[in-house]
């Protein structure tokens, strides 16, 4: 947890253990007791360095002729040579990291942080959340003009919270069978036509992303695109700009001219986007009776959905059926 800063002191040190060390006038550091800071550690000189106040505001760090030396931002100081203090400049003692704050420049980096944090972008995450788990929020949350607000794991629960919560951002992982995206995709906007969605897709099918993007998805990447992909699409996609990471639009336009590589090998070219839909279910090995949950509709009504999906497939059986969804939704060709 940070230290709070003290409510009257114009500077003070940042320890490691979350305290503080308020300076009064001239502050000495090392290790013996008769210091202004006591630092217990052998790495530290009986007296290690000088903090003077230089003018009204204004401080100075010096080092006292320390073994180990004492450094400024990484830099090695010279010893009885002074060098100017800035709010949050790292001072490391010997190798014990601490770090001088201003109280005006603090209290204004304060004020700062609360402010865009006030206006940072809420992102309803749908799904697995499959880019590396926690590693989602944080490439989320490290962006300055988001945060990810909720999670929601299934469609039941995205409906409610995107109802309760109004984010600004929907974010669906449709690398998965979690959730049955065409129609997710088109309540979420149904329900506010401002909704701006982008969903992770995994491997790139650009008949499935071209659905996609006419169900009113303004963003895809890959699972396995890079961070900054993300990062590029979530910009984009906030600003109600359109955005393919490179991967899937090289097969996007690949598509587009014509090449027999674009598409995976067996595709379902020919479903509706509720056969699709449910195909990319089957594949990620949900049972009839969460696909009938997800979707909104009887078990009854899954199944009359396989059957015309065998015939349209050309298949005899449901495990062929499964067999061949799992094959798509892992971008492998059918099985002979």
């Known amino acids: ?16 253990d979350g305290r503080i060390h308020e300076i009064r006038g001239d502050c000495t550091i090392g290790r013996l007791t008769d210091n202004h800071l006591v630092l217990h550690d052998t790495v530290v000189s009986r007296h290690h360095a000088r903090v003077t106040r230089a003018r009204p505001g204004g401080y100075l ?28 400049d ?23 942080r609360a402010a865009a944090a006030a206006n940072r972008k809420k992102i309803l995450v749908v799904g697995e959340a499959s880019l590396g788990g926690d590693g989602l929020r944080r490439v989320i949350d490290a962006q300055a003009q988001f945060e990810v607000a909720c999670h929601a794991p299934d469609a039941m629960r995205a409906r409610r919270l995107h109802a309760e919560l109004h984010p600004d951002l929907v974010l669906f992982d449709g690398s998965t069978g979690a959730v049955g995206t065409f129609s997710l995709v088109r309540d979420l906007i149904a329900a506010d036509s401002e909704t701006r969605i982008l969903v992770i897709v995994e491997p ?13 998805v303004l963003a895809c990447v890959l699972r396995t695109d890079p961070a900054d992909e993300l990062e590029r699409a979530l910009t984009s996609a906030a600003a109600g700009s359109v ?13 587009l001219a014509g090449s027999d590589e674009a598409g995976r090998r067996g595709g379902p070219m020919g479903l509706t986007d509720r056969e699709l839909e449910i195909f990319h279910l089957i594949g990620a090995g949900q049972p009839n009776r969460d696909i009938a949950v997800g979707l909104g509709m009887s078990v009854k009504t899954v199944e009359t959905h396989k059957e015309n999906l065998k015939v349209k497939l050309g298949l ?7 067999v061949r969804a799992r094959a798509w939704v892992a971008g492998q060709a059918p099985p002979k």
């Open 1 to 16: 947890m940070p230290a709070k800063a003290p409510q009257s002191t114009e500077a003070w040190f940042e320890l490691p």
């Open 61 to 88: 760090l010096s080092d006292l002729g320390s073994a180990n030396g004492t450094f400024l931002n990484r830099s090695r100081l010279i010893v009885a040579k002074p060098a100017p203090l800035v709010d949050r």
């Open 90 to 112: 790292a001072v490391t003692i010997g190798t014990v990291p601490i770090r001088f704050r201003l109280a005006e420049e603090a209290a204004s980096f304060a004020t700062e």
């Open 204 to 216: 790139a099918d650009p008949d499935y992303v071209s659905r996609l993007m006419r169900a009113g």
């Open 243 to 255: 955005y393919l990471s490179r991967r899937v639009a090289a097969i996007a336009m690949r598509q």
């Open 316 to 322: 005899t059986s449901a495990a062929e059926l499964a």
